[in-house]
């Protein structure tokens, strides 16, 4: 008890604003009012704002909490402390810091878990405990861990034309730039470096074009990288190609330019086509790939109902001069119909250039196949599929069946998959992202909607490092990150002028871009605090 | 009469006698008046049997039995005397008579139980109040009920009291009654009672000298009545009276000087009548059939003067200047009251009344033509009338929210056509750009610039103004019509510009299979190589004269298709545009702007209206792979066809003129139908998938829905919009209707038809869409179309929006 008493002794003294007292006090007086005046719809974002905590008079009832948290560094004790009811996220972040004794610029912003119903505090501590049902009579544990900050805007740069997509999830270092590769709506794929920190050079320079691919003959609508250093895109064209990257150090000449600050970047990147995937037959709006083994396996879905499941060598020397060989027959072919543009496009590529036909051609969708994810990137055995016609499924590859059927009444437009969670979270056309369980095979029920965009969802992203933690891009010209453990955005991202289109995660969970109609990209830190 | 009298005489006196008590008396005199009475009653029966002339009737005489048998009943202890005179022989009449004297008896009853004690009903010696020593001298002391002598007891000597003194324990309480000769033992409750009263107190223990006043006649009804006296014979009596009367009328009737009113013969009619035997009788229906005056209408029930009406109302009742302006204005049937209040200060001030004589003559007037009739007022409530809606959130899925907003196009977005799988959209306006959209993104993703098939000089725009009429303005060129060709495999969209037909490749904006482009590329380019001279052939459009010559059946099938084939090149010339190998475009020999283009369903088909004088040039179909062009409507005599529209299966085109839609079997070459739609102007038409109801838009703002199975006239006409209709719309695999209008609005509709007759199918208003702005000449929404998958709406403005309505929520 000596311990108890001392830090809420502690806390009576130094905290001003909150009246954290022991239990025994808190006896005293319980007639108290409960003031409800949080059920505003505040985010409450601002973390220093926790002037209206203060106002919480002495008659506030309490509730005893016990804080745990898997960081060393800001471990308090874990004997329960009453706080009151009223106190909200920065309430609670402020009695840590307290208890931490943090003062002014050492403070660090909490957030807090409801560790019984797996449940952020997002408002006051009443009303989570009357929505989740949970008794004020019992010891709250909630666990804490230091707030996510609001991305920062670290880079950006503009493109000629709109873009419809973009990927970054090439496995990069720690301290290099990330290379990301957007699609634009002309038909292009551009490779780019993206500093990890903005420096004093601003923005602008963030953002470094390796090299530029004219890939399709219509706007490109996806693009994955994979493996170590393989690409995937698909467009209107209705075509799905396979690209070979390299990273190419430059002259030792730019280089010194560069040393000087020219804006000439000091390397490049080679792209050269692996595979051309034809069998759609209209244009392709979703793609995703993985690498297995030599195998780059995919799956493409678009207008014409159906999901393609690609496999293409990627590969030794001997494959690649054996496609050769038959990539020339088929452009041969096409050269006596009047089909010379595909190859005049593709002619960069065209030493590589194969032509490739499905594996399977699954086919079940009424309408056109607008979003697509593999379950687990590393074993490409199911697929799940969101649709315009309103359902998702799930396919299993290998027997290229329908294994689970959810039915929404409500046309999908993303998708992405959590195997960390095992939860699906779709984007919609209704402007609600909706969170499905993607192991219930039965009747389908919505576990989330996250309703807080104004128009179409186009990307929903899970964190690679956080599990709960989910982006969505929407034609509000915003993108927003949820905890999927509250159904309030945590941050809402308004630096697009014009609707987002893509969306992608770096590897490492660290770095968010996005592209989107004003033609730009753009790269956002999203700030991490590993646990031990 | 003498006999009256002394009956008149002796009746008071018997009663006084029976109140005496005095039955002794009393006897006796009932005896003189049985007498008396029995002569009198004779007497009378005498003189009634003058008047009746011996009608006595057995009625009479029952009535006397019955009479003889109550008056022995009631008369148990009755006198001997009248016994004896029964028992002589005396005649009914006489016993009837003994009514009289039980009149008094009953009096005398009720005082019996009132008064008498139970004591007195032992008293065996009847001797009366008189001196027991009258007896002193005979052996017996009385005379019991039946008159025999009381005979007196040895009485005991006073040894024997003696005795009885010693023996008897009641002999102290035990004493001599002389009258009765007998001895009476006291009871304790008489010991009691005497000892009570020779203390002076009341007799009984608890006797209450002064109860509690109870106030029986408090006016308080009771169940029981207080008073319970006997109902009196006369109240069972027949009247004598009215005998008498009726005696009387009918010795009347019998002399002949009282007449039946009746008619004699009605008895007759009578007796031929027929009876509905098991018939219920209505007697009120009965009386109504009877009744043959008009009903009775009351007078209207004039309602009492209040304040307005006074010379000097209060200052409330005064009507402010714009009331009074108000009801001057008003008609006269409009107003609620027929006066405007006015305000004097004095009674005398108040000047005649003006309208006196007016009135007066109305009221006559009113009177003369009786116009008084019974208003059937129904006191429904209007709400009530209106069938009940279901929520428009129950009829879900309908486009309620904008989606995406097509950026663009500069100036009026005319026309916008949906591509068949929904992934795509043209639309084309005044910019005289034609643009596909990718419909999810809004993205441009292909345009091309027509304005170099823009007639040179201006062109003549027909519009409709507000009140429904046409109206005439001139603009330089525009894409008035855009149409998504059906077929998924023919990426073709056509255009309308000026005189000109425009196909247009689109297959460049989104992929298609190499199929798909051989199809497409056959449609556009295919057949052109064969007619490669159409290409530099000028003169077809010179050789205005299309030779409609009517081929001879000795012609040979070869011949007819060479002749149709020249007639076809003659009407249409048809070009590849030559810096764009994408486009190919014609103009109709002979004709005006294009009106109107739709593609068949099958693709290949494309028909076109023209505005042009002849009338049977105005709709031609051009079959487009084999580029021929006919004219199977040669014999529309209508002059002005606006619209086109093929039935979604049968061989049938509706061909909408300004007021009617013709309806024309294509195989058949016949008119099937003309239905009158009753507005000035048609503007659009809509089909539903079922192909059995047809809806028409006008730009006199109605919609008219006509069931084409039932009737040529429309089976409901509805008026909401505000402004000329624009475009009306059925969704392919929704139950929703949607129509767009110049004021700026697409009101949508959950539209149900049933395959059976007996529902008609309903129509719902659930949604009106406003993202439009009005324009300053009057243009609202000009174009509208549904998705064909989803339960969206597409619509284009004369603002230069396009937009896409999703379905929300």
């Known amino acids: 008890m000596d311990v108890d008493e001392g830090a809420a002794q502690e806390v009576e003294d130094d905290v001003e604003d909150d009246d954290v007292e022991e239990e025994e006090a808190s006896e005293e007086e319980q007639g108290g009012a409960e003031e409800d005046e949080d059920e505003d719809d505040e985010d409450d974002e601002d973390d220093d704002d926790d002037d209206d905590d203060e106002e919480e008079g002495e008659g506030d009832e309490q509730i005893r909490v016990k804080f745990t948290t898997r960081f060393s560094k800001y471990r308090v004790t874990e004997t329960s402390i009453a706080v009151p009811l009223s106190l909200r996220r920065a309430g609670l972040s402020e009695v840590v810091n307290h208890l931490l004794g943090r003062e002014d610029e050492d403070r660090v912003v909490f957030d807090f878990l409801i560790v019984e119903k797996d449940t952020l505090v997002r408002r006051n501590l009443e009303y989570h405990l009357r929505t989740l049902k949970l008794s004020s009579e019992e010891v709250l544990h909630l666990e804490y861990a230091p707030a996510l900050l609001e991305p920062e805007l670290s880079a950006e740069e503009k493109w000629p034309d709109w873009l419809s997509c973009v990927d970054a999830r090439r496995p990069t270092a720690e301290n290099e730039d990330l290379v990301a590769v957007t699609g634009s709506y002309d038909g292009s794929l551009t490779f780019c470096e993206v500093a990890r920190s903005s420096g004093a050079a601003g923005l602008a320079k963030g953002v470094t074009v390796l090299s530029k691919v004219q890939a399709h003959r219509a706007a490109v609508k996806g693009v994955t990288q994979f493996g170590e250093n393989y690409v995937s895109s698909c467009g209107k064209d209705g075509v799905v190609k396979v690209w070979s990257t390299s990273l190419a150090e430059a002259a030792p000449v730019t280089r010194k330019a560069a040393a000087n600050g020219s804006s000439s970047s000091t390397r490049s990147m080679n792209c050269t086509q692996i595979a051309g995937c034809e069998g759609h037959e209209r244009s392709v709006e979703a793609l995703d790939a993985v690498q297995i083994g030599n195998f780059a396996v995919m799956g493409s879905g678009g207008w014409d109902q159906s999901v393609c499941i690609w496999k293409v060598a990627l590969g030794n020397e001997d494959d690649v001069t054996a496609a050769k060989e038959e990539g020339e027959d088929e452009g041969d072919a096409a050269n006596g119909s009047d089909r010379k543009k595909r190859k005049v496009k593709g002619a960069k590529a065209a030493s590589a250039l194969k032509t490739v036909k499905p594996a399977s051609v699954l086919s079940g969708h009424t309408d056109s196949v607008s979003a697509l994810t593999w379950a687990d990137r590393g074993s490409p055995s199911t697929l799940f599929s969101g649709s315009w016609d309103r359902s998702i499924r799930a396919w299993d590859v290998v027997r290229e069946v329908c294994t689970i059927k959810l039915n929404g009444n409500k046309v999908v437009t993303a998708i992405a998959h959590n195997p960390t969670t095992a939860t699906i979270a779709t984007g919609h056309a209704d402007e609600q992202v909706r969170l499905w369980d993607s192991r219930v095979t039965g009747e389908a029920i919505v576990k989330l909607s996250l309703k807080s965009h104004e128009a179409w969802i186009t990307s929903v992203q899970w964190s690679p490092s956080r599990p709960h933690l989910l982006a969505s891009a929407s034609q509000d010209q915003t993108i927003k990150l949820w905890d999927v453990r509250s159904s309030v955005p945590l941050h809402t991202l308004k630096s697009h002028t014009n609707k987002v289109f893509g969306l992608s995660w770096d590897a490492s969970g660290t770095m968010l871009m996005s592209a989107g109609a004003d033609s730009m990209l753009r790269a956002y830190r999203v700030g991490t605090e590993k646990s031990d | 009469m003498s006999s009256r009298a002394t009956r008149g005489a002796a009746l008071p006196s018997g009663m006084s006698e029976a109140l005496n008590g005095n039955a002794y008396e009393d006897e006796s005199n009932e005896d003189e008046e049985v007498v008396v009475e029995g002569e009198s009653s004779s007497d009378e029966d005498e003189e009634e049997d003058v008047i009746v002339e011996g009608a006595s009737s057995d009625d009479e005489e029952d009535e006397d039995d019955e009479d003889d048998e109550e008056a022995e009943e009631d008369r148990a202890a009755a006198q001997s005397a009248a016994k004896l005179k029964r028992a002589t022989g005396k005649t009914a ?384 060129g525009f894409i008035s019509r855009v149409a998504w060709n059906p077929q998924m495999q023919y990426r073709v969209v056509a255009a309308a510009v000026g005189e000109n037909v425009i196909l247009v490749d689109v297959s460049a904006a989104s992929f298609a299979s190499e199929e798909d482009v051989e199809a497409t590329e056959q449609l556009m380019g295919g057949a052109l190589a064969e007619a490669g001279e159409g290409d530099d052939d000028d003169d077809n459009e010179e050789n205005a004269e299309v030779a409609e010559v009517d081929l001879g059946a000795e012609a040979s099938e070869e011949e007819r298709m060479q002749q149709a084939l020249r007639d076809s090149r003659r009407m249409v010339g048809w070009k590849k545009d030559k810096a764009d190998r994408t486009v190919i475009f014609w103009k109709e020999a002979d004709s005006g702007p294009v009106l109107d283009l739709i593609w068949h369903a099958k693709g290949v088909y494309l028909a076109t209206v023209t505005a042009t004088k002849r009338s049977n040039a105005q709709v031609t179909v051009h079959h487009v792979l084999k580029r021929m062009s006919q004219r199977p409507l040669r014999f529309v005599k209508d002059q002005r066809v606006q619209r086109l529209l093929f039935h979604p299966r049968k061989p049938i085109i509706f061909v909408a003129s300004k007021r009617y839609v013709h309806v024309y079997h294509l195989g058949q070459q016949k008119r099937l139908k003309q239905l009158k739609t009753g507005s000035q102007w048609i503007s659009s038409m809509a089909i539903h998938p079922d192909g059995n109801n047809l809806v028409v838009g006008t730009y006199d703002r109605r919609v008219s829905w006509f069931d084409l199975d039932i009737s040529s006239k429309p089976w409901r006409t509805l008026k909401y919009h505000k402004r000329a209709l624009r475009e009306v719309d059925f969704h392919d695999r929704y139950p929703l209707f949607a129509s767009a209008s110049d004021d700026g609005t697409v009101h949508v509709f959950h539209a149900r038809v049933f395959e059976d007759f007996d529902k008609d199918p309903y129509l719902i208003p659930v949604k009106v869409l406003r993202g439009h702005a009005q324009t300053l000449d009057g243009l609202g929404v000009l174009s509208m179309a549904f998705h064909p998958t989803q339960p969206w709406l597409f619509s284009a403005g004369a603002d230069g929006r396009l937009q896409l309505f999703q379905n929300l929520g």
């Not at chain 2, 009258?134 to 052996?139: A, C, P, V």
């Open chain 2, 93 to 476: 009449e006489a016993s009837k008579d003994a009514a009289k004297p039980r009149k008094f008896r009953g009096d005398e009853d009720v005082r019996a139980e009132g008064y008498a004690s139970s004591d007195e009903e032992h008293e065996e010696n009847t001797i009366g109040n008189v001196p027991l020593h009258w007896y002193d001298e005979f052996d017996h002391i009385g005379y019991d009920k039946a008159g025999r002598k009381l005979v007196r007891k040895e009485g005991m000597d006073e040894v024997d009291k003696f005795l009885a003194s010693k023996d008897d324990p009641f002999y102290r309480r035990t004493f001599y009654d002389a009258k009765n000769d007998q001895s009476i033992v006291l009871t304790d409750r008489e010991l009691i009672m005497a000892r009570r009263m020779l203390e002076g107190k009341f007799p009984e223990q608890g006797f209450n000298p002064e109860p509690d006043y109870v106030d029986f006649f408090s006016g308080e009804k009771n169940v029981f009545p207080i008073a319970d006296p006997y109902e009196p014979k006369r109240r069972f009596v027949p009247s004598k009276f009215e005998r008498q009367k009726i005696l009387k009328i009918m010795h009347g009737i019998r002399a002949g000087h009282v007449r039946r009113q009746g008619k004699p013969e009605s008895k007759k009619e009578a007796k031929n009548e027929v009876y509905l035997m098991w018939g219920e009788d209505d007697l009120a229906e009965d009386i109504k059939k009877r009744r043959k005056a008009p009903k009775h209408i009351p007078a209207p029930k004039v309602t009492p003067p209040d304040h307005r009406e006074s010379y000097h109302p209060p200052e409330e009742y005064l009507p402010t200047p714009e009331e009074a302006k108000a009801w001057e204005e008003a008609h006269p049937d409009d107003r609620k009251i027929n006066y405007l209040p006015q305000d004097f200060a004095q009674l005398r001030r108040v000047p005649a009344y003006a309208n006196y004589v007016r009135e007066r003559y109305e009221r006559c007037i009113d009177l003369y033509l009786a116009p008084r009739k019974e208003v059937r007022r129904l006191n429904i409530d209007p709400e009530s009338l209106v069938p009940k809606l279901p929520k428009p959130s129950e009829l879900r899925p309908f486009p309620n929210t904008v989606a995406v907003t097509y950026f663009g196009h500069h100036g009026r977005v005319r026309s916008l056509a949906v591509d068949p799988s929904g992934e795509l959209l043209a639309s084309g306006g005044d910019d005289m750009i034609l643009r596909i959209w990718e419909v999810e993104s809004g993205r441009c993703l292909l345009s091309h610039d027509l304005s170099q098939y823009a007639p040179e000089e201006n062109e003549e725009i027909s519009r409709v103004t507000e009140d429904g009429e046409g109206e005439v303005s001139t603009k330089k």
